[in-house]
C-alpha cells in the first residue's frame, strides 16, 4: 500500500520568497484577492497565482507551470464560456489589485477546486493557499453541505496552509442545520 506524506517540518515551504495560490470566483468579494496581497507583501511573496477551477470542465493534461489543458465535460455544450469567464476573471482582478505592488498571474484550471489548486500549489512551490468562504445565500449552502468546504478539503489533503477569508459570518445564536 503506497503511503501518502504527511505534512511535516521538512515539507515546509518558506513564507518568504515563495508565492501563493489564490481560489477565486467570478463575481467574488474582493477581499479574497487583496487579504492574498496583503499577505503578500507582508512576508515578501513574489507573486500571486489566482486561480478559477471550472468544475464543468475535465482536465486533460496536468502541465509542468500547474496550467492544464481543459476540455468541457458535456461535449455538446459551446467551448467558449470559458474564455468568457476568463476575461470577466481578469477584469475583475486587474480592478481589484490595481495597487496591489505585488505580480499576480491568472491561471484556468478545470475539475476538482481542491486537487486543481493543489496541483497548482506543487507547480509553482507556493508556501499557503488562500480561499474565500462559501458565498452567502441557501443554494451555497445546501452546495457545501453535500460536497463539502473547498478550504477543508485542502487542509485535509495537502500539507500546505490554508488561509481562508471569511466573506460572511453568521451569529452564533442564527447556527442551525446547514440548509436553513
Not at 503578500?40 to 513574489?46: D, T
Not at 476575461?87 to 477546486?113: I, N
Request: proline share 8%; hydrophobic share 45%; no cysteine.
Amino acid at each position: 500500500m503506497r503511503q501518502v506524506p504527511q505534512p511535516a517540518v521538512s515539507r515546509m515551504v518558506d513564507m518568504a520568497g515563495h508565492p501563493a495560490v489564490v481560489g477565486v470566483v467570478p463575481g467574488q468579494p474582493d477581499l479574497v484577492a487583496l487579504t492574498a496581497a496583503s499577505w503578500a507583501r507582508a512576508v515578501g511573496a513574489p507573486a500571486l497565482y489566482l486561480a478559477y477551477v471550472d468544475t464543468s470542465r475535465y482536465v486533460v493534461e496536468e502541465l509542468d507551470d500547474g496550467s492544464v489543458r481543459h476540455a468541457p465535460i458535456d461535449p455538446d455544450t459551446a467551448d467558449d464560456r470559458w474564455r468568457e469567464i476568463h476575461a470577466e476573471l481578469r477584469e475583475q482582478l486587474t480592478a481589484a489589485l490595481a495597487d496591489a505592488e505585488v505580480p499576480w498571474h491568472l491561471v484556468y484550471l478545470a475539475g476538482r477546486p481542491d486537487r486543481a489548486l493543489t496541483h497548482l500549489a506543487r507547480a509553482v512551490d507556493a508556501a499557503v493557499i488562500v480561499v474565500g468562504t462559501r458565498a452567502p445565500g441557501s443554494t451555497a449552502r445546501m452546495r457545501e453541505f453535500l460536497e463539502g468546504s473547498v478550504a477543508v478539503h485542502l487542509a485535509h489533503h495537502q500539507h500546505r496552509p490554508v488561509l481562508t477569508v471569511p466573506l460572511s459570518v453568521v451569529d452564533w445564536k442564527d447556527l442551525g442545520a446547514p440548509w436553513r
